[in-house]
T-cell receptor, first 114, second 115 residues
């Protein structure tokens, strides 16, 4: 079984401030981890993914995430928030092997304050 | 390279009716997954199709069914619609031959409203 927990359904940051979105995962097998972004009335866009290579993963739009097995975490960060980062962010997990079922968290809505 | 497309973008149905949603996978992809995203929730896995057969299913009743065609496009059918079926339905395509990738490419979704 696999699951993810996103801490904080809403996060507000000032423009230029650090963005930190938290995600903890649970998986009985080595996981693949993802962060997706969803803008209003749109589908999901992949920001970055962890597939057991480097533990620090760099993605698009200046985002990065660090896989920490000891903490079962995969938090998403960005050094400086832009207004265009305002969106909903989903952490997701997929188990290695088997079919490609992806389990999503409930999402964190990021608000960027000018 | 053509991305994942879905049709229609919006539709409104009445409780008890049936609906068919369509998805064209990204060029080169052979696997299609369907997700239901209720308002304020994360996407929930419905099922996945590979080689025209169901290749895994989430916790959804049998009135949710699907098809995959030889060109890898797919349909999601929902019978006996209920009010709780109102949601954004997302289709995602991937290449199951890329072992260890599990990366799925999502379409823009179909917004279904059941009244």
């Amino acid at each position: 079984a696999q699951s993810v927990t996103q801490l904080g359904s809403h996060v507000s940051v000032s423009e230029g401030a650090l963005v930190l979105l938290r995600c903890n995962y649970s998986s009985s097998v080595p996981p693949y981890l993802f962060w997706y972004v969803q803008y209003p009335n749109q589908g999901l866009q992949l920001l970055l993914k962890y597939t057991s290579a480097a533990t620090l993963v760099k993605g698009i739009n200046g985002f990065e995430a660090e896989f920490k097995k000891s903490e079962t975490s995969f938090h998403l960060t960005k050094p400086s928030a832009h207004m265009s980062d305002a969106a909903e962010y989903f952490c997701a997990v997929s188990a290695s092997g088997g079919y490609q079922k992806v389990t999503f968290g409930i999402g964190t809505k990021l608000q960027v304050i000018p | 390279e053509t991305g994942v497309t879905q049709s229609p973008t919006h539709l409104i149905k009445t409780r008890g009716q049936q609906v068919t949603l369509r998805c064209s996978s990204q060029s080169g992809h052979n696997t299609v997954s369907w997700y239901q995203q209720a308002l304020g929730q994360g996407p929930q896995f419905i099922f996945q199709y590979y080689r025209e057969e169901e290749n895994g299913r989430g916790n959804f009743p049998p009135r949710f069914s699907g098809l995959q065609f030889p060109n890898y496009s797919s349909e999601l059918n929902v019978n006996a619609l209920e009010l709780d079926d109102s949601a954004l339905y997302l289709c995602a395509s991937s290449d199951i031959r890329l072992a260890g990738e599990h990366e799925q490419y999502f379409g823009p979704g179909t917004r279904l409203t059941v009244t």
